[in-house]
């Protein structure tokens, strides 16, 4: 009912920026919880960012101060600005949403994306 749909992953040097999206489709009525998790090899998968519907956000300590999470409610979308990239920033990216889809009865349901890998070389 709801795909995500994750880009801007790519290989870049330690310092540099890279930007990722992630766009929702579907039957869509509302869409509270937006965020991104990562996973490094050999690691579990970590919270990176999140922001409400209101514009409230959530940080990493990690990444305080070098990324900033934004959404677009036009567009379903949720964006990722990563600026001061670290070679342990390297990992695979996922986007999160929590969507209130439009069926009868209202449904709530907590989607992935397929994620996009970031290799930051030092």
């Known amino acids: 009912q709801v795909q995500l749909v994750e880009s801007g992953g790519g290989l870049v040097q330690a310092g540099g920026s890279l930007r990722l999206s992630c766009a929702a489709s579907?039957?869509?009525?509302?869409?509270?919880?937006m965020g991104w998790y990562r996973q490094a090899p050999g690691k579990q998968r970590e919270l990176v960012a999140t922001?409400?519907?209101?514009?409230?956000?959530n940080y990493a300590d990690s990444v305080k101060g070098r990324f900033t999470i934004s959404r677009d409610n036009t567009k379903n979308t949720v964006y990722l600005q990563m600026n001061s990239l670290k070679p342990d920033d390297t990992a695979d990216y996922y986007c999160?949403?929590?969507?209130?889809?439009?069926?009868?009865?209202?449904?709530?349901?907590?989607?992935w994306g397929q994620g996009t890998l970031v290799t930051v070389s030092s």
């Open positions: 579907g039957s869509i009525l509302s869409i509270n919880l």
């Open positions: 922001i409400i519907s209101g514009g409230s956000t």
């Open positions: 999160k949403m929590g969507v209130t889809v439009r069926t009868t009865p209202r449904r709530y349901l907590e989607v």
